[in-house]
């Protein structure tokens, strides 16, 4: 009988040892990894091998992850940090080396002179109807968010300003909003991440003045993807709020 006790208590403590030794998923260094990626996004035309050699490595910890294999993981996420850093540092040093050519031309790297075609294109874009918070039937444009985050990013603040003076134009229209997140992370996590973005885009209405009855809001989660690829190009895409007319 006590034979069979000392040998569960070894087995119990030799479980005890194998749990402790699979570890915890390595959160932050996926965290950080995957907003590092994003951030070397601009470089990936000057610094292609690199990049490309980044965003094997991030796939790679991926599949470690599925697999179970934490240590492996968060050794394969540490490495793409540290190139993804490098490609960004690259990318901030060399700004006119990684510029593309639409860019440059953007920035008056041609011949410094206005053409008539460049003034019409101008014209047409600042008379576009589908534009104009006048215009009943104007295109909604789309809110985009960061990684696990919920906060409007500065550059999309300009796109709520333009849905409040539409909805100060025709104040009997309601509008819903639709928040989205990408497919990374669970159905109900991301079923309330996609709620906190709606909620966030509605907040910034009413802070506009918009009354709050008005707008409705629904989260969708990873549901409707727009794009169902699985790299960072779709996955900001996913990461969303859109504007819905409900009447």
């Known amino acids: 009988m006590k034979q069979i006790f000392n040998f569960c208590a070894v087995a119990v403590f030799v479980f005890t ?24 996004e601009g ?3 000057c610094d292609r091998e690199n990049y490309l050699a980044a965003e094997e490595l991030l796939r790679q910890a991926r599949e470690e992850i599925n697999n179970k294999n934490y240590d492996k993981a968060k050794e394969l996420f540490n490495a793409v940090k540290e190139k ?14 990684c510029m593309t050519e639409k860019d440059k031309k953007g920035n008056g790297e041609d011949d410094g002179n206005i053409k008539e ?9 600042a008379a576009d109807p589908s534009a104009d918070p006048k215009n009943p039937d104007m295109d909604f444009q789309v809110v985009h968010f ?6 409007v990013l500065e550059e999309d603040l300009p796109k ?8 100060m134009n025709f104040p009997e229209r309601v509008v819903r909003i639709e928040g989205h997140a990408d497919e990374r992370g669970s159905n109900d996590y991301n ?26 809001i629904v989260s969708y989660g990873e549901e409707l993807p727009i794009d169902t690829a699985s790299n960072e190009e779709a996955w900001f895409k996913n990461r969303r709020a859109e504007f819905k007319r409900e009447n």
């Open 117 to 125: 075609e460049d003034v019409s294109s101008s014209s047409s874009e």
């Open 17 to 40: 040892v194998l749990c402790s030794c699979a570890g915890n998923p390595p959160k932050d260094e996926r965290e950080l990894a995957e907003k590092a990626f994003a951030d070397a």
């Open 160 to 167: 709520i300003d333009l849905m409040a003076q539409w909805m």
């Open 43 to 45: 470089g990936k035309d």
């Open 146 to 151: 960061e990684y696990n985050q919920y906060a």
């Open 191 to 216: 079923l309330s991440l996609g709620e906190k973005r709606a909620m966030e885009v509605r907040n910034k209405l009413i802070q506009a003045g918009i009354d709050a009855a008005r707008i409705k």
């Open 84 to 97: 993804s850093d490098a490609i960004a540092k690259y990318y901030r040093e060399h700004p006119d080396e």
